[in-house]
């Protein structure tokens, strides 16, 4: 099983900061890494495929870079709207797997 | 694209619960769909994920040999069968598009949930 390590667990910024989250897989899972967007009582929202790929209707201020083993998740400029749960999650290999979130709270 | 899950319900270790999942706004049968659960406060899990024809299966091991995952493409179903609960599976069941036919790849659409627990 590829064991998805996020970090941190939780964050606080401040509107206009450049945030960005760590996800490192266990093993090299190419660009096969998604990320995804939770607000509370909502379900996830789609954000970044193929690692770096923003989702259609995704702002720009969201971005994706990393490959193998190591990926980071980038939100520049951030507002309030932004303060939810992110999640990365792997389809290298089964099971499919997520890291274990990053909250994010805007001061 | 709307999913949405029924079949929540508070149920006794070692008893049995079926969810489902109507699937509109998209060309079901062109797509695998997966069922990923959330305990409340907590991670994810993905649970078990089926190819749009059916054909292609995968579990997670914690609930291989108890849960069955099916789809009724005629009626724009996805359906999971759980049997021999445990208190550890109670968590929000999503129900989950993929983006392809095919299991192993990620998701884009979620349904909102539906919470099952289980307790004696």
């Known amino acids: 099983e590829t064991t998805l390590t996020q970090s941190p667990a939780f964050m606080s910024a401040t509107p206009g900061d450049t945030v960005t989250i760590s996800c490192k897989a266990s093993?090299?899972?190419?660009?096969?890494m998604n990320w995804y967007q939770q607000k509370p009582g909502e379900p996830p929202i789609f954000i970044i495929q193929?690692?770096?790929t923003l989702v259609p209707g995704i702002p720009p201020r969201f971005s994706g870079s990393g490959y193998g083993t190591d990926f980071t998740l980038t939100i520049n400029n951030i507002e309030s709207e932004d303060a939810a749960y992110y999640f990365c999650l792997q389809h290298d290999n089964f099971p499919l797997t997520f890291g274990g979130g990053t909250k994010v709270e805007i001061k | 694209v709307q999913l949405v899950e029924s079949g929540r319900g508070l149920v006794q270790p070692g008893r049995s619960l079926r969810l489902s999942c109507a699937a509109s706004g998209f060309t079901f049968d062109d797509y695998a769909m997966h069922w990923v659960r959330q305990v409340p406060g907590k991670g994810l899990e993905w649970v078990a994920g089926i190819s749009w024809d059916g054909d292609g299966i995968n579990y997670a091991d914690s609930v291989k040999g108890r849960f069955t995952v099916s789809r009724d493409n005629a009626k724009n179903f996805l359906y999971l069968q759980m049997n021999s609960l445990r208190t550890e599976d109670t968590a929000l069941y999503y129900c989950v598009k993929g983006r392809i036919a095919a299991v192993l790849d990620a998701f884009d659409m979620w349904g909102r949930g539906t919470m099952v627990t289980v307790s004696s």
């Open positions: 193929e690692a770096t």
């Open positions: 093993r090299d899972v190419d660009d096969d």
